[in-house]
């Protein structure tokens, strides 16, 4: 039964929890670390580990893309992003760090909607997709749902075998007066890769977007310590509610359509490995991770993170902010070792080992763990 609280007379809004609010109960037998498996796939496309790339140039270059998925993940290019427009990316990214140290706030910002003000070129695009695809890893591109049926064709050609249509909120069918509306069910009908949608906040839009055929819908909006969203647009997602009524939308669609099952995949709010491991308990079958992963040696940003949302041109929705100072490989990031007791290093490390303090060998196991609420 849904707890709504009344917050004025003839409204109520329902209570929801983050994952701070939340607590995993381990209550079966434990087992050895190295009896548990964090595999996930997709489609036909099998990873080691359950990790998703936030889709923003501050931390996928297309050298990192390679090096996640080499060592089990799926590295996700931004197709709208710098890279996608110009050449020499590393230039324009210290760049961005001299902004950083400016008295003007917004300076790095300016400089994020200037540089996307350029037209994207399909011959970047397909320079960088062929970098990935050359190393043998999972390709995987995002595009926007106002840019999705313009991309989707050169990206395909590209190389790319996993497509993302991503922005803050989406929905099965995008209206617009000014253009002809993407309708999710026909375009991914269209396409002959599998399909990630989102994000998503509720049970209604993920089951609606379940019905468009996607593989896999995103829960969340990348939320962080750099996004602004609920600021600027009020919106906000409490990712263990948020997770969970996804997770619920797939049960009931698994049932719906007799057997075809779809990805959830949690975006944000997560900050240590133990935040993944209860997006995995709240029902998520990945993570998609951005901030955490920007203090790798290898991640662009060069100790900076922002979404893609810091570059829209006239409301953006992500600052540019600053990550402790990067020491650690990517490699350290998420398998350890680890002399840091904070949880932001060995985050796939620990996730396994509190899989196997709670009993369960298997990601989709590991979803029926207990939880409490914190009072």
Known sequence: MRDLVEIGMGRSAR???????????????????????TAWQIDAYRFDIPLVTHPTDAIVSPAMAVRIGELGGLGVLNAEGLWARHTHVDKLLFQLTSAMNEADEVAAVRLLQQWHAAPIRVELLAEVIGQVAAAGVTVAARVSPQHARDLAADLLAAGVEILVVQGTIVSAEHVSSAAQ???LVEFIASMDVPVIAGGVGDYRTAMHLMRTGAAGVIVGYGACASTSTGDVLGIGVPMATAVADAAAARRDYLDETGGRYVHVIADG??????????????????????????SAVEAPGNGLYWTAAAAHPSLPRSHVTSVPEASLGIDTLLFGPSADSSGTVNLFGALRRAMAKSGYSELK???KVGLTVRP
Do not use: H, W
Request: glycine share 8%; with cysteine; net charge negative.
């Open 15 to 37: 209570r929801a929890y983050d994952l701070d609010d939340v607590q995993i109960v381990p209550s079966r037998r434990t087992r050895s670390s190295r009896d548990v498996s």
């Open 269 to 294: 709010g997560m900050r240590t490995s133990g935040d993944v491991a209860k997006a995995i308990a709240c029902g998520a079958d990945a993570v998609m991770l951005g901030e955490p992963l920007a």
């Open 181 to 183: 509306p993407l309708n």
């Open 365 to 367: 196991e590991f979803q």
